[in-house]
């Protein structure tokens, strides 16, 4: 898998328990993930994200492990099959700390979106470089000899 | 509650082109090697890879496409440099979708917190 990804994480003040219900109940998905939310929750599920001013998006499951680990893979385009090379894949972990629970989302698969599907291919094959940090290396770069 | 808005519509355009042109670890190296040494031609840059100029020449069409290099005749050369603009663009892209994962963390824990 290509390394180009989003990484944020967020301390809560409240159980795994608590949070992973947030996370995977369709009542409160729709609380911070859209306007409404429908949830089958195992692997291989069926899963939509509604926004009432733009649409559905559509995802499929990957996996689940309450209350560490859940991960899904979404269409990047309303009402479309959330399809390789059409979709990203969010995994959240939850970790228990002193506090409460660590809740990480790392969000993946940017890179082999909009490629030809041998482009698609090799940035998926393309595990050693890290899309993302090489980006914002080139920029710097880029700026440093500009100035 | 209010809802926050999905990341495929929202921020800035998507830069689908680069993207593309990104996903290549080829055309990565010989944005790098721009970046790094200041504008060359398809051969020098063919010179200090393990690829044909053909194919270089190949890999910089589509980054010109993309809008991540410029080219530039000098005599009978043409040179290649790094276009600042399009790579700002990308990397502003994906700054907005982080920064709606933080959105959308920060109301994730708001509900965890609350309405327990």
Same mark, same amino acid.
């Given at each position: 898998?290509?390394?180009?990804?989003?990484?944020?994480?967020?301390?809560?003040?409240?159980?795994? %328990?608590?949070?992973?219900?947030?996370?995977?109940?369709?009542?409160?998905?729709?609380?911070?993930?859209?306007?409404?939310?429908?949830?089958?929750? +195992? @692997?291989?599920?069926?899963?939509?994200?509604?926004?009432?001013?733009?649409?559905?998006?559509?995802?499929?499951?990957?996996? =689940?492990?309450? &209350?560490?680990?859940?991960?899904?893979?979404?269409?990047?385009?309303?009402?479309?099959?959330? /399809?390789?090379?059409?979709?990203? !894949?969010?995994?959240?972990?939850?970790? %228990?700390?002193?506090?409460?629970?660590? !809740?990480?989302?790392? %969000?993946?698969?940017?890179?082999?979106?909009?490629?030809? @599907?041998?482009?698609?291919?090799?940035?998926?094959?393309?595990?050693?470089?890290?899309?993302?940090?090489?980006?914002?290396?080139?920029?710097?770069?880029? %700026?440093?000899?500009?100035? | 509650? #209010?809802?926050?808005? &999905?990341?495929?519509?929202?921020?800035?355009?998507? &830069?689908?082109?680069?993207?593309?042109?990104?996903?290549? @670890? #080829?055309?990565? +190296? !010989?944005?790098?090697?721009?970046?790094?040494?200041? &504008?060359?031609?398809?051969?020098?840059? /063919?010179?200090?890879? @393990?690829?044909?100029?053909?194919?270089?020449?190949?890999?910089?069409?589509?980054?010109? *496409?993309?809008?991540?290099?410029?080219?530039?005749?000098?005599?009978?050369?043409?040179?290649?440099? =790094?276009? #600042?603009?399009?790579?700002?663009?990308?990397?502003?892209?994906?700054?907005?979708?982080?920064?709606?994962?933080?959105? *959308?963390?920060?109301?994730?824990?708001?509900?965890?917190? #609350?309405?327990?």
């Amino acid at each position: 898998m290509s390394q180009d990804l989003i990484e944020r994480e967020i301390l809560i003040e409240a159980s795994r %328990e608590r949070v992973w219900a947030v996370l995977t109940q369709a009542k409160h998905v729709a609380g911070w993930f859209g306007d409404s939310a429908e949830i089958d929750l +195992r @692997p291989g599920g069926k899963a939509a994200f509604g926004w009432t001013q733009y649409g559905t998006h559509r995802a499929v499951i990957e996996r =689940v492990d309450e &209350p560490n680990l859940l991960s899904y893979r979404w269409a990047r385009d309303t009402d479309v099959e959330p /399809a390789e090379g059409a979709s990203t !894949l969010v995994e959240f972990t939850l970790t %228990e700390v002193f506090a409460g629970t660590l !809740l990480r989302v790392v %969000e993946t698969g940017f890179a082999s979106l909009h490629g030809t @599907p041998a482009e698609q291919d090799k940035a998926l094959q393309d595990n050693t470089e890290g899309w993302t940090s090489e980006l914002a290396e080139l920029k710097e770069y880029a %700026e440093r000899s500009a100035a | 509650m #209010t809802a926050l808005r &999905p990341g495929r519509r929202a921020g800035p355009a998507e &830069p689908d082109e680069v993207l593309a042109a990104m996903a290549d @670890p #080829t055309r990565r +190296r !010989l944005l790098g090697v721009l970046a790094a040494d200041g &504008p060359a031609t398809a051969s020098t840059l /063919a010179d200090g890879l @393990p690829i044909s100029r053909q194919a270089v020449a190949k890999h910089l069409a589509v980054l010109s *496409r993309a809008g991540l290099v410029t080219s530039s005749k000098h005599g009978r050369d043409v040179r290649f440099a =790094v276009r #600042t603009g399009g790579l700002s663009e990308a990397a502003d892209w994906l700054a907005g979708l982080a920064a709606e994962w933080d959105d *959308r963390l920060a109301a994730i824990k708001r509900i965890a917190e #609350t309405n327990e």
